[in-house]
């Protein structure tokens, strides 16, 4: 099924949620309108977010981006590339990966 939002729609929702941490919410509403994110989007959405955000916000995120058709080798990639961020530093970045592995 076609959702009614587009992709940039779906990343704007996530980053306000992350902001009001309730991505978990957010990531069910778009899923039942069958919102796809963009891979890029999706990857800027961590990177941005990942700075700022706790781990659990980030490992929400991650989560998402996998439900919302973000395909798991990408999600596996952004998230090596958000290991130099701060987000990482913070402690996500090892829990994200172990969930990821499966």
Do not use: W
């Not at 729609?9 to 990531?27: D, F, H, S, T, Y």
């Not at 977010?49 to 990408?74: K, M, N, Q, T, Y």
């Amino acid at each position: 099924a076609k959702s009614p939002l587009a992709p940039t729609v779906g990343v704007q929702i996530l980053a306000l949620a992350a902001k009001e941490n309730r991505v978990p919410v957010a990531a069910e509403e778009l899923q039942r309108l069958c919102v796809r994110l963009d891979d890029k989007q999706f990857q800027d959405l961590l990177m941005a977010e990942g700075r700022r955000c706790s781990a659990e916000i980030g490992e929400h995120l991650l989560s998402a981006g996998v439900a919302l058709g973000v395909p798991l080798e990408f999600v596996r990639a952004a998230l090596a590339k958000a290991q130099t961020t701060k987000y990482v530093a913070a402690g996500a970045g090892g829990a994200s990966s172990g969930e990821l592995q499966r």
